[in-house]
């Protein structure tokens, strides 16, 4: 069964940083695409960031040059160092699997990161 | 960026009603592999997201047959044949043709 949990979220305060993780299990980590996703309280998705099997990298132009994806296989781990936070980076953020020749198929259980003094 | 564009924004349905929820782009989704990457997803209430529908028309493992998407170029559908009560939720389009963008997603409740 696939599993992906995340883990890391909380309370910042403008200006800080956090570092997300996500924990895969059940498939070979390594030989998919992962992503992050992001949910706003209330509103809808967005996406963030992806990280292919190959670590090609790309970010949503409003994380650009503050978030950094990373991915470690031998762990089965993702991750997104978030630097320089916001209060519009306030968000329930999800760890997403892309499937193969397809996107987002399986989505963990999301991990909520709040920014505020 | 291309523009997801759903209707409605809210969707009233009786229980064993049909449903449908539309889905519309700024541009054809068809890429240069002639697949078109458009997938529906259900976001019940307090729940992730859950992927239905990929690649406009290919229900995902587990997906009840009462859902079915259908559609081409910059048109897209997502219909329910007869809503249940663990139907409710937000429903979203996404596109994955020209990056990835989502729609603004329809909130469906029982009337």
């Known amino acids: 069964e696939v599993q992906l949990v995340e883990s890391g979220g909380g309370l910042v305060q403008p200006g800080g940083s956090l570092r997300l993780s996500c924990a895969a299990s059940g498939f070979t980590f390594s030989s998919y695409t992962m992503n992050w996703i992001r949910q706003a309280p209330g509103k809808g998705l967005e996406w963030v960031s992806t990280i292919s099997s190959r670590s090609n990298i790309y970010y949503a132009d409003s994380v650009k040059g503050r978030f950094t994806i990373s991915r470690d296989n031998a762990e089965n781990s993702l991750y997104l160092q978030m630097n320089s936070l916001r209060a519009e980076d306030t968000a329930v953020y999800y760890c997403v699997r892309d499937a193969v020749g397809s996107h987002f198929d399986y989505w963990g259980q999301g991990t909520l990161v709040a920014v505020s003094s | 960026d291309v523009v997801m564009t759903q209707s409605p924004l809210s969707l009233p349905v009786t229980l064993g009603q049909p449903a449908s929820i539309s889905c519309r782009s700024s541009q054809s989704l068809v890429y240069s592999d002639g697949d078109t990457y458009l997938n529906w997803f259900q976001q019940r209430p307090g729940q992730s997201p859950r992927r239905l529908i990929y690649?406009?028309?290919n229900r995902d493992s587990g997906v009840p047959d009462r859902f079915s998407g259908s559609g081409s170029g910059t048109d897209f559908t997502l219909k329910i044949s007869r809503v249940e009560a663990e139907d409710v939720g937000v429903y979203y389009c996404?596109?994955?043709?020209?990056?990835?963008?989502f729609g603004q997603g329809t909130r469906l409740e029982i009337k």
């Open positions: 996404m596109q994955g043709t020209h990056w990835i963008t």
């Open positions: 690649k406009v028309s």
